[in-house]
Protein backbone atom coordinates (compact mmCIF):
# COMPACT_ATOMS: atom_id res chain seq x y z
CA UNK A 1 0.00 0.00 0.00
CA UNK A 2 1.51 3.59 -1.42
CA UNK A 3 0.37 6.45 0.97
CA UNK A 4 0.69 10.03 0.44
CA UNK A 5 -0.19 12.80 2.67
CA UNK A 6 -2.01 15.51 0.93
CA UNK A 7 -2.94 19.49 1.35
CA UNK A 8 -5.85 20.03 4.06
CA UNK A 9 -9.06 19.95 1.95
CA UNK A 10 -11.07 23.36 3.10
CA UNK A 11 -13.48 22.15 5.57
CA UNK A 12 -12.22 18.84 5.92
CA UNK A 13 -8.51 18.77 7.78
CA UNK A 14 -5.77 16.79 5.90
CA UNK A 15 -6.73 13.89 3.28
CA UNK A 16 -4.90 10.92 3.41
CA UNK A 17 -4.93 8.87 0.53
CA UNK A 18 -3.54 5.13 0.38
CA UNK A 19 -3.48 3.78 -3.45
CA UNK A 20 -4.14 -0.07 -2.90
CA UNK A 21 -1.98 -1.52 -6.14
CA UNK A 22 -4.70 -4.13 -7.29
CA UNK A 23 -6.00 -5.40 -10.68
CA UNK A 24 -4.85 -3.77 -13.97
CA UNK A 25 -8.39 -3.82 -14.87
CA UNK A 26 -9.80 -1.63 -12.25
CA UNK A 27 -8.57 1.69 -10.09
CA UNK A 28 -8.40 0.33 -6.63
CA UNK A 29 -8.66 3.09 -4.11
CA UNK A 30 -8.81 3.67 -0.39
CA UNK A 31 -9.38 6.84 1.67
CA UNK A 32 -9.36 8.49 5.09
CA UNK A 33 -10.74 11.83 5.26
CA UNK A 34 -10.27 13.59 8.65
CA UNK A 35 -11.35 16.97 10.11
CA UNK A 36 -9.61 19.79 11.48
CA UNK A 37 -9.01 17.55 14.82
CA UNK A 38 -7.18 14.79 12.80
CA UNK A 39 -9.82 12.57 13.77
CA UNK A 40 -11.48 10.10 10.67
CA UNK A 41 -14.27 11.53 9.74
CA UNK A 42 -15.04 9.30 6.42
CA UNK A 43 -13.34 5.93 5.29
CA UNK A 44 -13.73 4.69 1.86
CA UNK A 45 -12.08 1.69 0.05
CA UNK A 46 -13.50 0.67 -3.77
CA UNK A 47 -12.80 -0.50 -7.16
CA UNK A 48 -14.25 0.98 -9.79
CA UNK A 49 -14.20 1.42 -13.95
CA UNK A 50 -16.26 3.00 -16.48
CA UNK A 51 -17.73 1.47 -19.89
CA UNK A 52 -19.11 4.21 -22.27
CA UNK A 53 -20.92 3.77 -25.61
CA UNK A 54 -20.56 6.80 -27.56
CA UNK A 55 -21.30 7.67 -31.73
CA UNK A 56 -18.39 7.85 -33.89
CA UNK A 57 -17.95 10.51 -36.98
CA UNK A 58 -18.85 7.86 -39.62
CA UNK A 59 -21.96 7.39 -37.60
CA UNK A 60 -21.36 3.63 -35.75
CA UNK A 61 -21.08 3.45 -32.25
CA UNK A 62 -18.08 2.10 -30.09
CA UNK A 63 -17.50 1.53 -26.88
CA UNK A 64 -14.59 2.03 -24.70
CA UNK A 65 -13.23 1.07 -21.07
CA UNK A 66 -11.92 3.25 -18.51
CA UNK A 67 -10.34 1.52 -16.41
CA UNK A 68 -6.57 2.55 -15.77
CA UNK A 69 -7.45 6.68 -14.49
CA UNK A 70 -3.89 7.25 -13.68
CA UNK A 71 -2.81 9.74 -11.25
CA UNK A 72 -6.30 11.43 -9.25
CA UNK A 73 -6.86 14.64 -7.31
CA UNK A 74 -9.32 15.03 -4.65
CA UNK A 75 -10.52 18.59 -5.18
CA UNK A 76 -14.17 19.20 -3.11
CA UNK A 77 -13.90 15.42 -0.74
CA UNK A 78 -15.21 17.05 2.65
CA UNK A 79 -16.34 15.72 5.84
CA UNK A 80 -19.07 18.03 5.46
CA UNK A 81 -21.03 20.57 8.14
CA UNK A 82 -24.30 21.54 8.98
CA UNK A 83 -25.14 22.47 5.56
CA UNK A 84 -24.02 19.91 3.78
CA UNK A 85 -23.41 16.66 3.85
CA UNK A 86 -20.15 14.32 3.48
CA UNK A 87 -18.29 14.26 -0.27
CA UNK A 88 -15.93 12.25 -2.03
CA UNK A 89 -14.83 14.07 -5.09
CA UNK A 90 -12.25 12.77 -7.67
CA UNK A 91 -10.70 13.70 -10.64
CA UNK A 92 -8.57 12.38 -13.71
CA UNK A 93 -7.18 12.18 -16.64
CA UNK A 94 -8.48 15.40 -19.02
CA UNK A 95 -11.73 16.08 -18.02
CA UNK A 96 -12.89 13.12 -16.23
CA UNK A 97 -14.45 13.43 -12.50
CA UNK A 98 -16.64 10.93 -10.01
CA UNK A 99 -18.71 12.00 -6.83
CA UNK A 100 -20.48 10.57 -4.59
CA UNK A 101 -22.96 12.33 -2.39
CA UNK A 102 -24.13 10.83 1.92
CA UNK A 103 -26.52 12.52 3.42
CA UNK A 104 -27.96 11.64 7.27
CA UNK A 105 -31.09 10.77 8.11
CA UNK A 106 -31.72 10.19 12.46
CA UNK A 107 -30.00 6.55 12.84
CA UNK A 108 -29.19 6.54 9.22
CA UNK A 109 -26.63 7.86 6.02
CA UNK A 110 -27.64 7.50 3.03
CA UNK A 111 -25.11 6.85 -0.30
CA UNK A 112 -27.25 9.35 -1.75
CA UNK A 113 -26.04 10.43 -5.65
CA UNK A 114 -23.10 9.49 -7.96
CA UNK A 115 -22.13 11.23 -10.62
CA UNK A 116 -19.78 10.26 -13.46
CA UNK A 117 -18.53 13.26 -16.00
CA UNK A 118 -16.27 12.33 -19.17
CA UNK A 119 -14.73 14.69 -21.88
CA UNK A 120 -15.02 13.65 -25.30
CA UNK A 121 -12.65 16.19 -25.98
CA UNK A 122 -9.62 13.78 -25.24
CA UNK A 123 -8.57 12.45 -28.59
CA UNK A 124 -6.75 8.97 -26.85
CA UNK A 125 -9.62 8.18 -25.20
CA UNK A 126 -12.42 9.27 -27.70
CA UNK A 127 -10.52 9.75 -31.00
CA UNK A 128 -13.64 9.66 -33.17
CA UNK A 129 -16.16 10.81 -31.26
CA UNK A 130 -18.97 12.81 -33.00
CA UNK A 131 -20.02 15.01 -30.35
CA UNK A 132 -17.46 16.90 -28.61
CA UNK A 133 -17.27 18.32 -24.84
CA UNK A 134 -18.30 16.82 -21.00
CA UNK A 135 -21.20 14.81 -20.72
CA UNK A 136 -22.35 13.92 -16.97
CA UNK A 137 -24.69 10.96 -15.57
CA UNK A 138 -25.95 10.87 -12.38
CA UNK A 139 -27.62 7.94 -10.50
CA UNK A 140 -29.57 8.20 -6.91
CA UNK A 141 -28.59 5.37 -5.50
CA UNK A 142 -30.18 5.80 -1.86
CA UNK A 143 -28.32 2.76 0.08
CA UNK A 144 -29.57 3.68 3.31
CA UNK A 145 -26.99 2.51 6.36
CA UNK A 146 -27.36 2.40 9.99
CA UNK A 147 -24.93 5.23 11.46
CA UNK A 148 -22.29 3.53 13.13
CA UNK A 149 -22.31 0.38 10.57
CA UNK A 150 -19.64 0.29 8.00
CA UNK A 151 -20.85 -0.13 4.43
CA UNK A 152 -19.76 -3.43 2.53
CA UNK A 153 -20.64 -4.75 -1.28
CA UNK A 154 -18.00 -6.99 -2.26
CA UNK A 155 -20.05 -8.47 -4.98
CA UNK A 156 -19.90 -6.23 -8.65
CA UNK A 157 -22.40 -3.26 -8.63
CA UNK A 158 -23.58 -1.85 -11.57
CA UNK A 159 -25.51 1.26 -12.48
CA UNK A 160 -26.08 1.85 -16.21
CA UNK A 161 -27.39 5.26 -17.92
CA UNK A 162 -27.16 6.99 -21.01
CA UNK A 163 -24.73 4.85 -22.85
CA UNK A 164 -22.25 4.80 -19.65
CA UNK A 165 -22.12 1.87 -17.22
CA UNK A 166 -20.31 1.94 -13.83
CA UNK A 167 -18.76 -1.20 -12.49
CA UNK A 168 -18.19 -1.18 -8.69
CA UNK A 169 -16.79 -4.10 -5.77
CA UNK A 170 -14.89 -4.52 -3.18
CA UNK A 171 -16.80 -1.59 -1.83
CA UNK A 172 -16.01 -0.43 1.93
CA UNK A 173 -17.47 3.01 3.46
CA UNK A 174 -18.70 4.82 6.15
CA UNK A 175 -19.36 8.42 6.38
CA UNK A 176 -20.20 9.98 9.49
CA UNK A 177 -17.57 8.26 11.30
CA UNK A 178 -18.03 8.17 14.97
CA UNK A 179 -15.40 9.03 17.68
CA UNK A 180 -12.50 8.96 14.64
CA UNK A 181 -12.67 5.26 14.90
CA UNK A 182 -14.12 3.28 11.63
CA UNK A 183 -16.84 0.77 12.97
CA UNK A 184 -16.12 -3.25 12.54
CA UNK A 185 -19.99 -3.60 12.57
CA UNK A 186 -20.23 -4.12 8.79
CA UNK A 187 -24.30 -3.71 7.13
CA UNK A 188 -24.09 -5.41 3.76
CA UNK A 189 -25.42 -5.12 0.25
CA UNK A 190 -28.25 -7.51 -0.77
CA UNK A 191 -25.68 -9.19 -2.22
CA UNK A 192 -23.45 -10.13 -0.03
CA UNK A 193 -26.47 -10.65 2.62
CA UNK A 194 -27.34 -13.35 0.02
CA UNK A 195 -24.34 -14.97 -0.32
CA UNK A 196 -23.30 -15.07 3.54
CA UNK A 197 -26.80 -16.21 4.41
CA UNK A 198 -26.61 -19.44 2.70
CA UNK A 199 -26.67 -21.91 5.63
CA UNK A 200 -24.49 -24.89 4.70
CA UNK A 201 -25.65 -28.33 3.62
CA UNK A 202 -25.17 -30.76 6.77
CA UNK A 203 -24.55 -34.08 6.14
CA UNK A 204 -26.12 -36.97 7.81
CA UNK A 205 -23.43 -38.95 7.71
CA UNK A 206 -19.49 -37.68 8.61
CA UNK A 207 -17.71 -37.50 5.32
CA UNK A 208 -14.58 -39.36 4.14
CA UNK A 209 -11.25 -37.16 4.28
CA UNK A 210 -11.77 -36.44 0.41
CA UNK A 211 -14.76 -36.57 -1.31
CA UNK A 212 -15.11 -36.86 -5.34
CA UNK A 213 -17.81 -34.92 -6.66
CA UNK A 214 -20.42 -36.12 -8.87
CA UNK A 215 -20.32 -35.58 -13.06
CA UNK A 216 -21.59 -32.00 -13.87
CA UNK A 217 -23.19 -31.47 -16.79
CA UNK A 218 -21.29 -29.66 -19.90
CA UNK A 219 -21.11 -25.78 -18.97
CA UNK A 220 -22.77 -23.63 -21.32
CA UNK A 221 -20.40 -21.41 -23.81
CA UNK A 222 -20.35 -17.78 -23.34
CA UNK A 223 -19.03 -14.99 -24.89
CA UNK A 224 -16.90 -12.43 -23.60
CA UNK A 225 -15.02 -9.05 -24.98
CA UNK A 226 -12.35 -5.95 -24.10
CA UNK A 227 -12.57 -2.87 -25.36
CA UNK A 228 -10.45 -0.07 -25.12
CA UNK A 229 -9.96 3.26 -26.94
CA UNK A 230 -9.17 1.54 -30.32
CA UNK A 231 -12.06 -0.80 -30.20
CA UNK A 232 -12.03 -4.68 -29.16
CA UNK A 233 -8.70 -6.05 -27.90
CA UNK A 234 -9.46 -9.37 -26.43
CA UNK A 235 -12.05 -12.04 -27.53
CA UNK A 236 -13.00 -14.98 -26.02
CA UNK A 237 -15.08 -17.84 -26.24
CA UNK A 238 -15.28 -20.65 -23.61
CA UNK A 239 -17.24 -22.91 -21.50
CA UNK A 240 -15.81 -22.64 -17.83
CA UNK A 241 -16.19 -25.60 -15.36
CA UNK A 242 -14.49 -24.88 -11.91
CA UNK A 243 -13.14 -27.92 -9.88
CA UNK A 244 -12.50 -26.78 -6.03
CA UNK A 245 -11.09 -28.50 -2.69
CA UNK A 246 -12.12 -26.32 0.25
CA UNK A 247 -11.65 -28.21 3.54
CA UNK A 248 -11.16 -31.57 1.61
CA UNK A 249 -15.05 -31.31 0.18
CA UNK A 250 -14.19 -31.10 -3.69
CA UNK A 251 -17.37 -29.56 -5.62
CA UNK A 252 -17.66 -29.01 -9.51
CA UNK A 253 -19.10 -25.56 -10.65
CA UNK A 254 -20.37 -24.72 -13.94
CA UNK A 255 -20.16 -20.63 -15.43
CA UNK A 256 -23.16 -19.57 -16.35
CA UNK A 257 -22.24 -16.63 -18.77
CA UNK A 258 -25.75 -15.08 -18.66
CA UNK A 259 -25.33 -14.23 -14.94
CA UNK A 260 -21.61 -13.06 -15.47
CA UNK A 261 -19.94 -9.74 -15.84
CA UNK A 262 -16.91 -9.18 -17.73
CA UNK A 263 -14.46 -6.46 -17.76
CA UNK A 264 -10.81 -6.13 -18.35
CA UNK A 265 -7.81 -4.32 -19.90
CA UNK A 266 -5.48 -4.69 -22.91
CA UNK A 267 -1.55 -3.34 -22.86
CA UNK A 268 0.82 -3.80 -25.10
CA UNK A 269 2.74 -6.98 -23.28
CA UNK A 270 -0.49 -8.03 -21.33
CA UNK A 271 -4.35 -8.39 -21.19
CA UNK A 272 -6.74 -8.96 -18.60
CA UNK A 273 -10.30 -10.99 -18.42
CA UNK A 274 -12.69 -10.54 -15.23
CA UNK A 275 -15.05 -12.50 -15.12
CA UNK A 276 -17.61 -11.95 -12.00
CA UNK A 277 -20.93 -12.35 -10.96
CA UNK A 278 -23.28 -12.97 -7.45
CA UNK A 279 -20.96 -15.38 -6.08
CA UNK A 280 -17.53 -15.05 -7.70
CA UNK A 281 -15.80 -11.29 -6.91
CA UNK A 282 -13.13 -11.80 -9.60
CA UNK A 283 -12.11 -14.80 -11.56
CA UNK A 284 -8.82 -13.18 -14.11
CA UNK A 285 -7.04 -14.76 -17.00
CA UNK A 286 -3.81 -12.83 -17.50
CA UNK A 287 -2.38 -13.31 -21.03
CA UNK A 288 1.10 -12.33 -21.76
CA UNK A 289 3.26 -11.83 -24.72
CA UNK A 290 6.99 -14.54 -25.05
CA UNK A 291 9.37 -13.98 -27.43
CA UNK A 292 7.92 -10.88 -28.89
CA UNK A 293 6.04 -13.44 -31.18
CA UNK A 294 3.68 -15.45 -29.19
CA UNK A 295 1.11 -15.04 -26.77
CA UNK A 296 0.05 -17.47 -23.86
CA UNK A 297 -2.27 -18.01 -20.16
CA UNK A 298 0.46 -16.71 -17.71
CA UNK A 299 -1.81 -15.94 -14.44
CA UNK A 300 -4.88 -16.98 -13.42
CA UNK A 301 -6.59 -14.98 -10.09
CA UNK A 302 -10.18 -16.02 -8.20
CA UNK A 303 -11.94 -15.15 -5.40
CA UNK A 304 -15.10 -16.71 -4.68
CA UNK A 305 -18.10 -17.15 -2.28
CA UNK A 306 -18.57 -20.79 -0.86
CA UNK A 307 -22.39 -21.98 0.23
CA UNK A 308 -21.02 -21.66 3.34
CA UNK A 309 -20.05 -18.07 3.17
CA UNK A 310 -16.07 -18.65 3.40
CA UNK A 311 -13.98 -16.74 0.55
CA UNK A 312 -12.19 -19.24 -1.86
CA UNK A 313 -8.65 -17.85 -2.98
CA UNK A 314 -6.24 -18.51 -5.24
CA UNK A 315 -3.51 -17.08 -7.89
CA UNK A 316 -1.03 -18.27 -10.07
CA UNK A 317 1.37 -16.30 -11.72
CA UNK A 318 3.26 -18.74 -13.35
CA UNK A 319 1.04 -21.06 -15.75
CA UNK A 320 2.31 -21.47 -19.13
CA UNK A 321 -1.31 -22.62 -21.40
CA UNK A 322 -3.05 -21.32 -24.73
CA UNK A 323 0.49 -20.62 -26.43
CA UNK A 324 -0.43 -19.28 -30.34
CA UNK A 325 1.39 -16.74 -32.24
CA UNK A 326 1.02 -13.44 -32.32
CA UNK A 327 -1.65 -12.52 -34.75
CA UNK A 328 -3.59 -15.29 -34.66
CA UNK A 329 -6.31 -17.03 -31.90
CA UNK A 330 -5.84 -20.28 -30.00
CA UNK A 331 -8.65 -23.17 -30.23
CA UNK A 332 -9.23 -26.26 -28.40
CA UNK A 333 -12.82 -27.79 -28.99
CA UNK A 334 -11.84 -30.40 -26.64
CA UNK A 335 -12.01 -30.17 -23.34
CA UNK A 336 -9.00 -28.81 -21.62
CA UNK A 337 -7.86 -28.53 -18.24
CA UNK A 338 -5.93 -25.52 -16.71
CA UNK A 339 -4.74 -26.73 -13.69
CA UNK A 340 -3.85 -23.64 -11.21
CA UNK A 341 -3.35 -24.86 -7.80
CA UNK A 342 -3.78 -28.76 -6.13
CA UNK A 343 -7.17 -27.29 -5.25
CA UNK A 344 -8.48 -25.36 -7.96
CA UNK A 345 -8.75 -26.56 -11.54
CA UNK A 346 -10.47 -24.93 -14.37
CA UNK A 347 -11.99 -27.43 -17.64
CA UNK A 348 -12.54 -25.05 -20.78
CA UNK A 349 -15.18 -26.48 -23.46
CA UNK A 350 -14.99 -24.95 -27.05
CA UNK A 351 -12.62 -22.59 -26.03
CA UNK A 352 -11.40 -19.64 -28.56
CA UNK A 353 -9.33 -16.82 -27.08
CA UNK A 354 -7.21 -14.24 -28.38
CA UNK A 355 -6.05 -11.19 -26.42
CA UNK A 356 -3.69 -9.51 -29.17
CA UNK A 357 -4.26 -7.78 -32.01
CA UNK A 358 -8.09 -7.90 -32.75
CA UNK A 359 -8.62 -6.84 -36.42
CA UNK A 360 -12.28 -5.45 -36.69
CA UNK A 361 -13.89 -7.06 -33.53
CA UNK A 362 -13.52 -10.86 -35.50
CA UNK A 363 -10.84 -13.59 -34.28
CA UNK A 364 -8.02 -14.49 -36.72
CA UNK A 365 -7.01 -17.48 -38.23
CA UNK A 366 -6.66 -19.97 -35.55
CA UNK A 367 -4.21 -22.49 -34.24
CA UNK A 368 -5.75 -25.47 -33.04
CA UNK A 369 -4.33 -27.65 -29.85
CA UNK A 370 -2.89 -30.26 -28.95
CA UNK A 371 -6.27 -32.29 -27.96
CA UNK A 372 -7.73 -31.29 -31.43
CA UNK A 373 -4.38 -32.13 -33.24
CA UNK A 374 -4.75 -35.72 -32.20
CA UNK A 375 -7.47 -36.35 -34.30
CA UNK A 376 -5.54 -36.08 -37.25
CA UNK A 377 -2.90 -37.91 -35.21
CA UNK A 378 -4.85 -41.39 -35.87
CA UNK A 379 -5.40 -41.27 -39.70
CA UNK A 380 -1.96 -40.37 -40.29
CA UNK A 381 -0.46 -42.71 -38.24
CA UNK A 382 -2.51 -45.84 -40.06
CA UNK A 383 -1.50 -44.28 -43.14
CA UNK A 384 1.93 -44.36 -42.03
CA UNK A 385 1.68 -47.42 -41.16
CA UNK A 386 -0.06 -49.07 -44.03
CA UNK A 387 2.15 -46.90 -46.43
CA UNK A 388 4.97 -48.82 -44.56
CA UNK A 389 3.62 -52.52 -45.01
CA UNK A 390 2.97 -51.33 -48.83
CA UNK A 391 6.68 -51.06 -49.18
CA UNK A 392 7.75 -54.36 -47.08
CA UNK A 393 5.44 -56.17 -50.01
CA UNK A 394 6.88 -54.51 -52.82
CA UNK A 395 10.55 -55.12 -51.41
CA UNK A 396 9.94 -59.07 -50.77
CA UNK A 397 8.14 -59.17 -54.13
CA UNK A 398 11.45 -57.50 -55.94
CA UNK A 399 13.84 -59.38 -53.81
CA UNK A 400 12.00 -62.80 -54.78
CA UNK A 401 11.68 -61.64 -58.30
CA UNK A 402 14.94 -60.89 -58.36
CA UNK A 403 16.32 -64.61 -57.09
CA UNK A 404 13.91 -66.26 -59.27
CA UNK A 405 15.66 -64.89 -62.51
CA UNK A 406 19.11 -65.65 -60.76
CA UNK A 407 17.77 -69.21 -60.63
CA UNK A 408 17.41 -69.56 -64.41
CA UNK A 409 20.76 -68.13 -65.32
CA UNK A 410 22.39 -70.99 -63.37
CA UNK A 411 21.28 -73.38 -66.46
Wanted: aromatic share 10%.
Amino acid sequence: MVCFRLAPVPGSGLLLLCLVLGAVSSYALELNLTDSENATCLYAKWQMNFTIRYETTDKHNKTVTISDLGPATYSGSSCGDDQNGPKIAVQFGSGFSWTVNFTEEKSFYSIDSISFSYNTNDNTTFPDAKEKGVFTVSDHVAFRVPLNDIFRCNSLLTLGKNDVVQHYWDVHVQAFVQNGTVSTKEFLCDKDKTLTTVLPIVPTTVPSPTTTPSPKEKPEVGSYSVVNSNGTCLLATMGLQLNITHDKVASVININPNTTNFTGSCHPQTALLRLSSSSIKYLDFVFAVKNENRFYLKEVNVSMYLVNGSVFSIANNNLSYWDAPLGSSYMCNKEQTVSVSGAFQINTFDLRVQPFNVMEGKYSTAQDCSADDDNFLVPIAVGAALAGVLILVLLAYFIGLKRHHAGYEQF
